[in-house]
């Protein structure tokens, strides 16, 4: 049997979002074996991606799991980043009442906060618009929220998957799973197109599609939809002037739709809230663009679309349970991971507390004596101190490829070094930005895809723009 | 001075200002021309000009950031800081974004500028069975060349009437305004709308060439107005490359002339 099946892994965490793999970082610290599934062809290529950056000190009411997590991940954001090489800053966020209605709602709001272990401050209108100039004159007051950070939620997530693989772990890409082996009511393999997986403990960090998993599996019956949220990027010309993240007085579903700066320096007007069906629809819709921008402009009034940079939409995985870190109730060795908002903010202490559970389970291996800990950091033009420097490390920092990102032809290099290679055009923006910018390719889209030629050996017509399947041609010509 | 863009605009620029100022040209590519041919007459007319007049070039090097009285330049020389007392910046014209059009939709493989669309032409790429080209301007006619050999089905859309359209074409549709792509992983679909009627398209490639603007790409120097910087950025519809040159000429004439402190 262990000859078809292959060696077993104590692990297998299927999912490679930033709870997927977060989670497979800190079990492949220990002695333990990890194999992280994913069916997309990159890791970050669902709720991740598309989130807002925003790494939160206080979400949800004290004494719930998700405050909890949340409380035990925020004061660790600048170590964290520091070693997975992740761009973080702690800006702070304003929410703001515009009217006198709203007023009354800041009050409970700060008090919650701090009893849910964030620092907390009630400013009023003109305190609130010192810390924020661009604030509407509307502002009637604000509750200020001082240590609100600001993530990379993708750097964050490959920089989870690069030190699971750094530290051993095993991660398959365009890897779906189609079912389950089971005896006497254990999982014992995950099947996948390329075979089964044998594992001992399986986790559940599938999403969107977690529900899905969990019915192939035989656990619990768990409803997860595609909740979706749209996007306008705004260039860094309007970006570098928000000094803080501003929202609305929340609304029973959502935090409402914000206005927050983000680590390279554009900013975000987002999300909003839309229940769908279909996982696979990321798609804007004009009502729904135009709605975010009436929106946003009761907040910050000079937000333009003369900034508009792109638009974009996600979905994150709704579910009436809204944070899962626990194991299934019909599958002792499968674990349910799951968080249908906060899942980067408590992604740290998601991954602690999934080891835990796993030990009260039986778990028994002990930390790896010296694990990887530090990523490499790769230098970047547009954020480097002394730019001068550079090409006395890599030659190819002389090379600039993507103008208005300023990223060079030595950190798209460097991404192509790492155990969790970018495969496309995407891949490529989401590790450096390239493509990014303010004219979204139109100088260097084929410069960059002449560097995945160059690092995939794939001709130009091969080289995928986004998913698989998606090519930038449809053939050659002869 | 620094001139970035050794286009037409750049090169005419450069000429008129270099018997004021010292002037230094910089671009992106290692030859001059920009959108043109580096041995197109005009454009090896104007180069030989402005080496006569003591034209100093930095080319195959990336300007990226100006901060008043200094530019970071990227190239072969190394990562360089230059000293300079005024920015004139010539970066030409690109074709609006999805974003900017606007246009909305999932992100799909097959909606792309103009410019990518053309050099992935160039480099034997073919881009779609059935393209649609939006706009009808000098960007949509290249990329309508640039595919030419395709045998693709091309269908020019066009806003505004269709009387702009000169080049060649196999279905055009003219007074309807873009309003969003579909499809799954590759696009399949460009909605168009007019007067509340919809209208969609079906094609496995867009090309972005409408409503084009000048490109800015160098941080400090993206809107106007910009202390230290000029832009030299004619419509990309100006006429003849003459025409292109003289406008620029026009656009700096009073650049440098104050009395130097």
Redesign the interface.
Known sequence: MSERYGPAYDVVVIGAGVLGTAVAARLATTTASVCLLEEADDVAEGSSKGNAGIATTYYAPPGTLEADLIARSWPRWEDICDRLDVPFSRPGALTVAITDDQLPKLEPICAEAIAAGARAELLTGAQARELEPMLTPECRGAVHLPDEGLIDPVRLTCGYAELAAANGAEIRLSCPVLGFDVADGVLTAVQTPAGPVRARWVINAAGVAGGTVSALAGGEEIRIWPRKGQY??L?R?FGERLHKMVLPVPMPQTRGVQVVPTTNGSALLGPDAQEITDP???????AS?RALLRLTEQLVPEVS?EY??????ANRAAAEETVRVRPDASRPNLFQVGNRSTGVSASPGTADLVLELLREAGFDHKEQPQPVRRLRKVRR??HDPD?????DEDPR????VC??E?V?AAEIAAQFERHVPPRSI?GIRKRTQATG???????C??GV?FLCSLHTGLG??DI??????????????? | MAVVGAGVAGLAAAEELAPRREVVVLDRLPVPGGVLPYDHPGVTRLAARCTAAGVRWLLGTTAVRWEQGRLLAVGPQGVEWLDASHLVFAGGSRPATTAELPVAGPRLAGVLPAPVAIHLAEAKVTLGRRVVILGAGAWAEAAREAIAGQRSHVTVVTRESADGVTFGHNALISGWTPVAVSGRGRVSGLTLERAGQQLVLDCDAVILAASPRPLRNVDGAIFEPAAGVTYVQPAADAGTWEQAASAARDMVSQVGTEVSR
């Open positions: 306008w990027v260039d010309a696979a629809d990321k798609g804007t819709d004009p663009l679309l508009a940079i792109k638009t974009y939409a033009l547009r730019p001068e420097s550079l090409p920092y002389r090379q600039v103008v208005c300023q060079t995407e910018g303010r004219c979204q390719g139109s100088v889209m084929v895809a130009p017509a995928r723009h986004g998913s698989a399947g998606a090519t930038l041609g449809v053939g050659s010509e002869p």
